[in-house]
Structure formats: structure tokens, C-alpha cells
């Protein structure tokens, strides 16, 4: 089965000043924002370590280091091409990727569609090879207390 490979990745933020975050490259109106050196986006951060891992080429702390300036409120858009490109170059492609956000706050599912189509436009894939999601803790955790926002994503990528 050298033809497939999977990944996984994680992230999460602390929430923090602000009126909005960004999500999926989307951003959402929020009475707060994350606490992060770039845009704090957890879904396409998720994402490009799940496309990291099935390369096996480290996380993204490793390629846009948080120490690196350059990376200051950076849009992760960015990251999430750049970890394309990779996957690309070395003669592979996304073949499906599915994203859970956790959190209680904000609602997610009315931006599902919006961040499908993002992801999908930044990867240059199909929409529909693209999956967003989101659940609760049910008011348990950090997340379930309303103090951060965590997501998590799985992709199979294939040769092309």
C-alpha cells in the first residue's frame, strides 16, 4: 500500500482579545479572538499537520517556526499552499481531508460551506474531497469552558 498514505494533525488556541477569529481561512465575527503568531486559524493548521504527517516531513512549527517574525500574523492560507506544493513535488495529492472543530463557541455550522470552499480553492481540489465538521465537549475542558477553540484533521493523500 505504497500508494496511499495517511495523517493526522491537531491544533488549538487559547482564546484572547479580539472580535474575530479566523477559521478555515474564514473569518468569523466573534466577540474574542485567539492567541497565536500567526492567524491562529486551527483548521488549516490542523490541516497542513495532517498533510506534514502523511509526508513525514514534521509539523508546522517546524516549516513556519513561531520564533521566525516573518510568520507575525501571517495569513495561514499561506501554510496550507505551501504544504500543497510539497505534497505536489513529490508526486502526490490530497484524496480527501476531514476536519472536527471543537469548541462551543462559535457555531460553526452556519461557515461550513464557506470553509469547504476555501480549503478546496487554497489546495486547488474539489470541494467535495473536503470535509468540515464540528462538536462540542459538552461543556467539559478547556474547550467546554469557553477558553480556546481545538480542531482536528485527517487526510488520505494518493499518488498521482
Known amino acids: 500500500m505504497t500508494d496511499v498514505r495517511i495523517g493526522h494533525g491537531f491544533d488549538v488556541h487559547a482564546f484572547g482579545d479580539g472580535d474575530h477569529i479566523m477559521l478555515g481561512g474564514v473569518r468569523i465575527e466573534f466577540g474574542r479572538g485567539v492567541l497565536a503568531h500567526s492567524d491562529g486559524d486551527v483548521v488549516i493548521h490542523a490541516l497542513c499537520d495532517a498533510l506534514l504527517g ?19 500574523n501571517a495569513d495561514s492560507r499561506a501554510f496550507l499552499r ?14 480527501n481531508a476531514d476536519i472536527t472543530v471543537v469548541c462551543e463557541q462559535p457555531r460553526i455550522g452556519p461557515h461550513v460551506d464557506t470553509m469547504r470552499a476555501a480549503l478546496a480553492s487554497a489546495l486547488d481540489v474539489a470541494t467535495d474531497v473536503i470535509s468540515v465538521k464540528a462538536t462540542t465537549t459538552e461543556r467539559l475542558g478547556f474547550t467546554g469552558r469557553g477558553e480556546g477553540i481545538a480542531a482536528h484533521a485527517v487526510c488520505l493523500v494518493v499518488r498521482e
Open 54 to 72: 502523511a509526508l513525514a516531513l514534521g509539523d508546522i512549527g517546524r516549516h513556519f517556526p513561531p520564533s521566525d517574525p516573518q510568520w507575525k
Open 82 to 95: 505551501h504544504c500543497n506544493g510539497l505534497l505536489r513535488a513529490r508526486g502526490w495529492k490530497l484524496g
